[in-house]
């Protein structure tokens, strides 16, 4: 009789042999592309690509602007895995189908992860098409990845979530944000389920409670990758400031518009953070 144990680690097997038969991979540095964002895949080199459609047992994003695919190829003469596209809990998704990419790449080897996404700003110093560094998390979904049976060889069963964001890579984002002359905020971000949007009074609670921006991804990928022991760097791009701040009524159109907008910007700071990452750690 299959478990949940057994039935995750067989599949998370048999996705990770079916990627090892097409793309050659070398623990490179990982990066999830949130909405919009997928462009930055381009930049790669000698690039080769997956449907995420076709690796068995792989949740399908549904959700316009999450492309699903995988591309693995090269950026500073460097090795990198890009996952364009994302599924979310919205989608109907278990947190645990939304985690899988992160055990995925686990499984191939990658212990330096960028996750990104697109944000509503919460802190009224913010503006659309800002760039913030991730310093930490509140998961207000009330769901967590790791619900379940533990599986020993993914990691601690109460893994330590004191530092979610690498202190290390939060300084090289800094760093090289002011080498490139980009603007740059930091903030706290915050993690809800949507996929509405958050009223006038729920933005009030997320501010008081100490958010910067609001997202309906991430926190459950970190979460993941906290516990296989992965490094990882949040970048945010705040794409619409929420209710009540902003002006206008909230589209997803919005959200990809802006996140167009600050395409430049945001692939620049993405390449020089990656090659400081792979400098610092030899990868």
């Keep these: 009789m299959k478990t949940l144990f057994t039935t995750l680690e067989s599949d998370l097997l048999e996705s990770r042999n079916f990627i090892l038969k097409y793309l050659k991979i070398n623990k490179p540095i990982a990066i999830i592309l949130g909405s919009g964002l997928g462009s930055f895949g381009d930049e790669?080199?000698?690039?080769q690509f997956i449907d995420t459609k076709d690796i068995p047992n792989y949740p399908m994003s549904t959700v316009e602007g999450h492309a699903g695919c995988w591309i693995c190829g090269e950026l500073n003469g460097e090795e990198v895995l890009a996952v364009r596209g994302r599924v979310h809990y919205y989608e109907g998704y278990s947190y645990q189908q939304v985690a899988y990419p992160v055990h995925?790449?686990?499984?191939?080897?990658?212990?330096?992860?960028?996750?990104?996404?697109?944000?509503?700003?919460?802190?009224?110093?913010?503006?659309?098409?800002?760039?913030?560094?991730?310093?930490?998390?509140?998961?207000?979904?009330?769901?967590?990845p790791l619900i379940g049976p533990h599986?020993?060889?993914?990691?601690?069963?109460?893994p330590d979530m004191s530092e979610p964001y690498d202190r290390e890579y939060i300084r090289i984002a800094e760093q090289a944000a002011k080498e490139l002359n980009i603007p740059i905020k930091?903030?706290?971000?915050?993690?809800?389920?949507?996929?509405?949007?958050?009223?006038?009074?729920?933005?009030?609670?997320?501010?008081?409670?100490?958010?910067?921006?609001?997202?309906?991804?991430?926190a459950p990928e970190v979460i993941a990758a906290v516990q296989r022991g992965i490094r990882v760097l949040?970048?945010?791009?705040?794409?619409?400031?929420?209710?009540?701040i902003g002006k206008q009524k909230l589209t997803h159109a919005e959200v990809?518009?802006?996140?167009?907008?600050?395409r430049v910007n945001f692939t620049n700071l993405i390449k020089a953070c990656i090659f400081k990452i792979q400098q610092m750690s030899g990868i």
């Design 256 to 262: 990809t518009a802006t996140a167009e907008k600050v």
């Design 151 to 158: 599986i020993a060889s993914h990691g601690p069963r109460f």
């Design 186 to 218: 930091k903030g706290v971000l915050t993690c809800v389920t949507g996929p509405s949007y958050e009223t006038a009074a729920e933005v009030r609670m997320l501010q008081r409670l100490g958010g910067d921006a609001s997202t309906m991804s991430t």
């Design 234 to 244: 949040g970048i945010s791009c705040i794409t619409n400031m929420a209710t009540g």
């Design 104 to 144: 995925l790449l686990a499984g191939l080897g990658i212990t330096s992860l960028i996750v990104t996404n697109a944000s509503g700003g919460l802190n009224p110093q913010f503006a659309p098409g800002d760039l913030m560094i991730i310093e930490d998390q509140i998961n207000l979904t009330g769901n967590n």
């Design 44 to 47: 790669l080199v000698n690039a």
